[in-house]
């Protein structure tokens, strides 16, 4: 029996990342904890300690992975990692949310975060037109972010 709080449809959902100090992705052994109403698909993280990175100097490359409840995480990377940055290539790209923050919208970010000590930013997906991801943002120095508990919103069509 399907826990609806784990996987929707037979799909669980997890959280990639593209680590730019080696040059791949990385899936955390973590999926989102799920929550439906009629209109919408939540998923979210629910401690910093599940996802906590430090991203230094290049574009952030995210998605949020609807995959078979049967696929293991290392294989979910491997398979990734093959097709190696080239997101297009995904054989479940269909539903899967691709998010890129670039320098500008980093350097916003720190801009607003020499204000505040947290804040939470919304992207809106490239390939999913009816997911959003979510994440809290904290600054670690004039051009670092530590990026913590991933969100994503989908709208349920």
């Not at 990639?16 to 904890?33: E, G, H, L, M």
């Not at 990734?80 to 080239?86: D, F, I, Q, V, Y």
């Amino acid at each position: 029996m399907e826990n609806p709080h784990q996987t929707q449809n037979g799909l669980k959902y997890l959280f990639a990342y593209f680590n730019t100090d080696d040059k791949c992705w990385r899936v955390p052994n973590r999926r989102f904890i799920l929550h439906q109403t009629k209109t919408h698909l939540t998923g979210q993280f629910l401690q910093s300690t599940w996802f906590n990175k430090l991203f230094t100097g290049e574009d952030l490359q995210l998605m949020v992975l609807p995959v078979n409840n049967c696929e293991k995480v290392r294989d979910i990377e491997s398979e990734l990692n093959e097709l190696k940055k080239s997101w297009e290539n995904i054989p479940y790209m269909k539903d899967t949310g691709y998010y890129s923050m670039d320098q500008l919208i980093i350097t916003k970010c720190l801009s607003i975060l020499d204000k505040k000590t947290d804040m939470e930013f919304t992207l809106k997906s490239i390939t999913n037109t009816n997911q959003r991801l979510t994440l809290k943002l904290y600054k670690h120095d004039d051009d670092t972010l530590y990026i913590s508990n991933p969100q994503f919103q989908s709208s349920i069509v």
